[in-house]
């Protein structure tokens, strides 16, 4: 199984990203996928879950209204759009196979600071 999480960086509040995460090596449309995140001396947080075809879609409640998670089965991608990026926001993001985050990839560090 290999996620590659990119699309981090320096981003002042209020501003928005895009995540991206390249998947490989399963059969990518049988699984659902998740964003998880880190924040500094945190532990790892559940963000956002999309099913395998991305009908549903399901968020947690500090992010709900402001990310939207989306997935390409046909090119083995799940995104996340962030807007109105917030402080609380700074962490670094991965994208995972499971939602407790025993199979994620290398993630990619959003920082929000003005």
């Known amino acids: 199984v290999q996620l590659q999480a990119s699309g981090g960086g320096l981003v002042q509040p209020g501003g928005s990203l895009r995540l991206s995460c390249a998947a490989a090596?399963?059969?990518?449309?049988?699984?659902?996928m998740y964003w998880l995140r880190q924040a500094p001396g945190k532990e790892l947080e559940w963000v956002s879950s999309?099913?395998?075809?991305?009908?549903?879609?399901y968020y947690a409640d500090s992010v709900k209204g402001r990310f939207t998670i989306s997935r390409d089965n046909a090119n083995n991608m799940v995104y996340l759009e962030m807007n109105d990026l917030k402080a609380d926001d700074t962490a670094v993001y991965y994208c995972?196979?499971?939602?407790?985050?025993?199979?994620r990839g290398q993630g990619t560090l959003v920082t929000v600071s003005s």
């Open positions: 995972a196979r499971t939602k407790a985050g025993d199979i």
């Open positions: 090596g399963f059969r990518f449309d049988n699984y659902w």
């Open positions: 999309i099913t395998t075809y991305g009908s549903y879609t």
